[in-house]
């Protein structure tokens, strides 16, 4: 990684390259053609030109020294910002630092910095020594150091965290060093202004020892000096120069002691605030540093156009900062704000595209990652989550190509990898999927997913042995269930193949799957396939989102303790409607219990499956009271329950007043959204047929629940979704499915005349083994082991009494 004096340098040599008339500005035409020339591929119209100089000029307006146009300042500020790529940039214009150097000793100065005053030059001498003792950040005009005190604070300050350095580095390596490089990079903005990005080798500092102790007392005797200056003013300089220090040398918690306390002596100030934030976030403290974020937002809007061009990197942090949280579908809202304000801003596009897919929305998000990528070719991480994104959507083949764009950027690209392999596996490319977890786990040796992946297409390219050994490696990782499972998995195919070699059949030719009308059920606790393939999504759904472990009454408590305004559909009807964001914090409230990155996949789940169907306008605002009654069914809690909730959902919205019955035609349409939902391929056609409200009667609870419990035309499935919730962790044994091979976890299905038996997922796909070929297939259905042995007993006496 170049160092931010190189970076400066480039920068400087691309702004004497177009300050043709050397006036220390550039203006209109001469941004212009900076423009074209760093885009040689791209053929901008006048029109674009025009836009995007617009834009440069208003929000670095601060930098516009008059006719002149834009100063260096102002040029470095935008590479900053992430408005462009200094290294990428400087290649393009076919530059270079070191034949440069000696012409650039003998360039007279511009008219602006040539003087004759011994007292100026004296004055810059300082300048360059200060220059040269600290970072690049200490003599930026807004955000460097301002009093001569506070730079005799920071050269103290170095020399403790040199001294620091070398003993952790002298006592047995106390100092760690960890290397980011293999992940993706959330490309957030971490600085404002002119600042280096953190280290791609993460210091680990040792906390616990005598020479850190030591640190601390001598740091907070520097902080004592700052806070004993003439003025607020310099005791602020003071705090926030220790902080930057503190910050580029990654002790984090300090810089963070030290931003607090300039915010305490500046509370408008936005920089301390933001500085804060950064800290919070990168230890892990999500919420703390989404309320600093929140705080810099308020003033920098509070502060005019003095703070105007910082809004897009507040944006970018604050929505990173919510999507430490989970909240992702938040996090879009401040990504697209900082696009809208700055344009050229490719890491906002880049967070936008890979938070939208976060939430299922793929279009959307191959569009932001596309214009990120176009401009910024070389970022590995939009590539990464575009060819996510295009797997998503089925268009395979590309995404492939994507992949590998990332990967040739960036060789160790853990993410793109790992994807790569899932998008092999998914094609049954098994081999080549098994190339791209051994890479993963080449960069990242403990990647126990990888390990267990890898086994996996072993396993599925005929190479058994080898699958063994990478689960005995991924089992050494972690001592997870799953992979107990795939063992005795693996463990149950060798025996099938033992049995195959004798004169059997083995693998998938093993395998058949019988038409519905031939799968006949036995007694009445036996559930039918298809009903059980139904229920089966809706269970899935349930965990996915884990609304299965939201108590009912959480609904009840939302409606009765946060009131929405009445709002107006585009049709006039009165309606409690609230933007997806919004909801997401009232999710957030009622999945509480979650952490942040399974939140971020039950949001995802019931924007596509729930959203997708209340929202189907695209408006991005969603009816509450409708979102409550379709969530309320699959909740947890007695179903009576559920179900008088999913009506009190229905009274809660503004249309029905009456207090104890509801409009039928909001039943009617209730029942048809609630099939769309959780019976898709039953209950889409059926919505158009209920449109409007020319029926004016009204249903009351008993009534409703009438509606509610019609297997045919309401949600007759829940008595099979309540089965499935109370038994499907429920093992039998050693009893293994005679399809899958995996042991049989919830219902046993077992065939009355052959004695097979099959798992849930297998039954409701219709699989049996191919070596017992019937006219028809009889079973009957076991909620336990229990179950088994009690009816194998009863039948063993019906036997004997037979014989007798």
């Known amino acids: 990684m170049a160092t931010r004096g190189t970076r400066s340098e480039k920068v400087r040599r691309i702004f004497n390259q177009f300050d043709a008339n050397r006036d220390g500005g550039l203006n ?11 885009n040689p591929r791209v053929k901008f119209s ?19 020294d008059g006719d002149k146009g834009l100063t260096y300042e102002g040029l470095l500020r935008t590479y900053d910002d992430g408005a462009g790529d200094v290294d990428r940039d400087f290649d393009a214009l076919g530059l270079d630092l070191a034949a440069d150097a000696a012409a650039a000793a003998k360039e007279p100065l511009p008219p602006s910095e040539a003087s004759s005053s011994s007292i100026v030059d004296e004055r810059m001498a300082v300048e360059t020594q200060k ?77 616990s020892g005598h020479d850190y102790a030591v640190f601390l007392k001598e740091l907070g005797a520097l902080r004592a000096r700052a806070d004993g200056a003439r003025s607020r003013e310099e005791a602020f300089d003071g705090h926030m120069a220790i902080g930057r220090v503190l910050y580029e040398h990654q002790l984090f918690k300090e810089a963070l002691v030290s931003f607090k306390r300039a915010c305490e002596l500046q509370p408008v100030d936005v920089r301390p605030h933001f500085r804060a934030g950064n800290c919070l976030y990168v230890l892990g403290r999500f919420k703390e540093a989404k309320e600093e974020f929140l705080l810099a937002l308020e003033a920098a809007e509070a502060g005019g156009n003095q703070w105007a061009y910082l809004l897009p990197q507040i944006y970018v942090n604050l929505g990173i900062a919510l999507e430490g949280e989970g909240m992702v579908l938040s996090a879009c809202e401040y990504y697209r704000e900082a696009a809208i304000l700055c344009p050229t801003h490719f890491r ?21 990652l596309e214009e990120a990528i176009f401009m910024k070719p070389d970022y590995a991480d939009a590539h990464c989550d575009l060819a996510s994104a295009l797997h998503a959507m089925g268009e395979d083949e590309r995404a492939i190509e994507v992949f590998q764009k990332a990967i040739d950027l960036k060789p160790g690209h853990v993410d793109a990898l790992y ?26 040796p403990n990647h126990w997913r990888a390990q267990l992946n890898k086994a996996v297409s072993l396993l599925g390219a005929g190479e058994t042995e080898e699958a063994k050994r990478a689960l005995k490696e991924a089992l050494k990782m972690t001592n997870r269930v799953e992979l107990h499972d795939a063992i005795s998995h693996l463990k149950q195919l060798q025996k099938k193949k033992t049995k195959a070699s004798n004169g059997g059949v083995s693998g998938e030719a093993s395998i058949v799957i019988i038409e519905p009308s031939k799968f006949k059920v036995v007694g009445e606790r036996t559930t039918g396939r298809q009903e059980l393939a139904t229920a089966l999504q809706i ?30 559909s585009g049709g006039g009807v009165p309606e409690k409607s609230i933007r997806k964001p919004n909801l997401e914090q009232i999710l957030h409230r009622l999945l509480s219990f979650l952490k942040p990155e399974t939140f971020q996949g ?37 179903p009576d329950r559920r179900k ?3 009506f009190d959902a229905l009274l809660w919205r503004p249309m029905n007043e009456d207090g104890a019955n509801i409009k039928k035609i909001d039943a009617t349409i209730y029942i048809k959204l609630l099939r769309a939902v959780y019976l898709p391929s039953q209950g889409v056609s059926e919505l158009m047929e209920v449109r409007g409200d020319s029926d004016t009667s009204m249903v009351s609870f008993s009534e409703f629940l009438v509606m509610f419990d019609d297997p045919d035309w309401g949600f007759g499935i829940m008595p099979t979704l309540l089965k499935l919730e109370t038994g499907d962790r429920n093992r039998h044994g050693s009893t293994v499915c005679s399809v899958c091979r995996y042991p049989v976890i919830g219902s046993r299905f077992k065939e009355t005349k052959s004695h097979f038996s099959l798992c849930n997922q297998c039954y409701s796909e219709g699989k049996v083994p191919s070596s017992f070929k019937q006219d028809e297939y009889r079973f009957k259905e076991y909620g336990s082991e229990g179950e088994a042995m009690k009816d194998k007993c009863m039948c063993f006496n019906l036997q004997s009494r037979d014989e007798k």
């Open 602 to 638: 039950a949001v995802k789940a019931i924007n596509e499956r729930i959203l997708s169907v209340l929202d189907e306008n695209g408006s991005g605002r969603v009816d509450l009271g409708m979102f409550y009654a379709i969530l309320a069914p699959i909740c947890s809690g007695p």
């Open 46 to 64: 006048d029109e674009q030109i025009n836009a995007i100089l617009d834009e440069v000029f208003r929000t670095y307006g601060e930098f516009i």
């Open 348 to 368: 906002a596009l880049k967070l936008l595209g890979s938070a939208l897919f976060g939430v299922g929305e793929y279009r959307a998000a191959v569009k932001a």
């Open 539 to 568: 269970r899935a759904l349930q965990r996915v989102t884990r609304l299965s472990r939201c108590s009912v009454e959480l609904l009840k408590k939302e409606m009765s303790e946060h009131d929405v305004p009445v709002s107006y």
């Open 644 to 646: 008088r909730i999913a």
């Open 131 to 207: 220059k040269q003792r600290t970072a690049a950040w200490a003599v930026s005009p807004n955000h460097g150091i301002v009093f001569d005190d506070t730079w005799k604070i920071v050269d103290d300050l170095e020399l403790l965290v040199k001294r620091l350095k070398i003993k952790q580095s002298k006592e047995g390596g106390k100092l760690k060093n960890e290397n980011f490089d293999a992940y993706s990079d959330a490309g957030w903005s971490r600085e404002l202004g002119p600042s280096a990005e953190i280290s791609e080798k993460r210091v680990f500092w040792e906390e």
């Open 419 to 444: 994807n790569l392999g899932g998008l092999y596996m998914d094609l049954g490319r098994f081999q080549r999927a098994s190339e791209m977890y051994t890479r993963v786990l080449a960069v990242w």
């Open 28 to 38: 209109r035409e001469e941004m212009a053609s900076l423009v074209g020339a760093v």
